[in-house]
C-alpha cells in the first residue's frame, strides 16, 4: 500500500490530492491482486485472452466508486485495510458495467484502447476460429463482464469486513445492482426520436449512473461503518445531488467532449440518438425553426462529422448547455448544504467537498 496511507487512511485537508491518489493507487492494487488470482481459473478454463483482457481493463480508471464507498466508512469509522479492500470491489462491479454497456452501445474504444468486445473480436479472427468474430467478441465481453459480477461481490465478502458489518450494507448493495440493471434497461429502450420529458431523461440517469455513482457507494460504506440515520440520511441526498450533477457533466461529455480526452467518439451520443439532458433540453428551448432542424437531424439515418458539428452549434444556440451547466451548480450547492449539516470530521467533509467539485469539473 502506499506509505501515504497510514493505518487510519484518513485524509489531510491540506492535501486532498495525494489522499485522494494514494487512495486511488491502493484500490488499483487491491484489484490488481484479486484478479491476479482469478486469471488461474481463465488459465485453467483455457480463455487465458479473457484474463489479459481484463486485467489491462481494471489497470486504470478513476476510481471514483471505490473512494466514495470508503468516504462513506469514514463517515463513522477510523480508516482501515480491509474497509479499503471492500470498496476497491466497486470497481469490478464497474468493469462489469462497462464491459456490457461497450457492447450495447457497439462502442469501438474504452478509456482510449479498444473496447473489450473489439479486442475478443480480433483474437478470435486472429486465432482462426470458425464462426463470425463480431458475435464472438461481444458473447465473450458479456461473459467476462457477468465474471466481473460475481468477483465483486466475492472481493467483498473476503475483503476483511466483519460479517455483521457487511450484513448491514447488503440491501442497499443489492438496490444498487438492481438500480444499475433497470437503468440500462430505461437507457436501451430510450431514443431521442420519442421525445421523452425532461423528468423521464433524468430519472434514467439518476438510475443508471448518478445512484451507482456517489449515492449507493456512499450508503454502502456508511452502513457497514454503523452510520447513524441522520447520517445516513444526509449522506444519500448528497449523494443523490452529487450522482445526478455528475451524469448532467456526462452528458455535455457526450456531446461536446474530445476522443481524445474521454476516450469515446466524440458526438457519440448524438450519434447513437441517445435523449439526454443536454439533447432533450435543446429540443425544448428551441423556437420552431431550430427545432425543425434538430428534428430533421434526430431521424437522419446519416451523421457525418459536418452534421454533428451543425448538431452542436444548434444547441449551444438554443441555450440548453447553459441551462445544463445551472443545473449542475445548482446540485453541487444542494450537496454542500447537506455536508453542513452532518455530523461527521471535518477532513471527511473536505474531502467529500472536492468529490464534489471532481465529479462535475472534469473533461472526461
Known amino acids: 500500500m502506499p506509505a501515504a496511507l497510514t493505518e487510519r487512511c484518513w485524509p489531510d485537508p491540506g492535501s486532498f490530492g495525494a489522499w485522494r491518489n494514494g487512495v486511488r493507487q491502493a484500490v488499483l492494487t ?17 480463455v487465458d485472452v479473457a484474463g489479459d483482457i481484463l486485467t489491462q481493463f481494471v489497470s486504470g480508471g478513476k476510481c471514483l466508486r471505490s473512494t466514495f464507498m470508503y468516504l462513506g466508512w469514514l463517515a463513522g469509522r477510523f480508516g482501515s ?7 476497491a470491489s466497486l470497481e469490478l462491479l464497474h468493469a462489469f458495467a462497462l464491459l456490457q454497456d461497450d457492447v450495447m452501445d457497439a462502442s469501438a ?35 467476462l463482464g457477468d465474471l ?51 423528468h423521464a431523461v433524468l430519472d434514467v440517469a439518476r ?16 452502513a457497514m461503518a454503523g452510520c447513524g440515520d441522520r447520517t445516513m440520511s444526509a449522506l444519500g441526498r448528497y449523494g443523490a445531488a452529487v450522482g445526478e450533477a455528475f451524469q448532467l457533466r456526462d452528458d455535455v461529455l457526450g456531446v461536446f467532449g474530445l476522443t481524445s480526452t474521454t476516450g ?7 450519434i447513437e440518438r441517445k435523449p439526454t439532458s443536454v439533447v432533450m433540453a435543446a429540443h425544448q428551448l428551441a423556437d420552431a425553426p431550430t427545432r425543425r432542424q434538430l428534428t430533421e437531424l434526430m431521424n437522419s439515418d446519416d451523421i457525418d462529422d459536418s452534421a454533428l458539428d451543425h448538431w452542436r452549434a444548434l444547441i449551444v444556440a438554443t ?29 471527511v467533509h ?12 472534469r473533461s472526461q
Open 207 to 222: 438510475r443508471k449512473s448518478g445512484n451507482y455513482t456517489v449515492r449507493r457507494p456512499l450508503e454502502i460504506g456508511a
Open 350 to 361: 473536505h474531502a467529500l467537498d472536492n468529490m464534489a467539485v471532481e465529479c462535475t469539473e
Open 148 to 198: 466481473c459480477l460475481i468477483w465483486a461481490e466475492q472481493m467483498l465478502r473476503e475483503s476483511g469486513v466483519a460479517p455483521r458489518r457487511l450484513q448491514q450494507a447488503w440491501p442497499r448493495y443489492d438496490a444498487m445492482r438492481t438500480e444499475l440493471a433497470l437503468g440500462q434497461f430505461a437507457d436501451l429502450a430510450s431514443d431521442a426520436r420519442d421525445l421523452p420529458t425532461m
Open 81 to 87: 485495510d480491509p474497509a479499503l479492500r471492500a470498496a
Open 319 to 347: 441555450g440548453a448547455v447553459q441551462w445544463v451547466e445551472e443545473m449542475i451548480t445548482s446540485r453541487v450547492e444542494s450537496a454542500r448544504k447537506e455536508l453542513g449539516d452532518m455530523d461527521i470530521d471535518e477532513s
Open 264 to 270: 469515446k467518439p466524440s458526438g457519440g451520443d448524438l
Open 30 to 46: 487491491h484489484v490488481a491482486d484479486f484478479v491476479a488470482e482469478r486469471c488461474v481459473e481463465l488459465d485453467e478454463a483455457g
Open 109 to 143: 474504444t474504452r478509456r482510449g484502447r479498444p473496447a473489450a468486445h473489439i479486442q475478443f473480436s480480433g483474437w478470435h479472427r486472429d486465432s482462426g476460429l470458425s464462426g463470425s468474430s463480431k458475435r464472438f467478441g461481444e458473447s465473450a465481453a458479456i461473459l
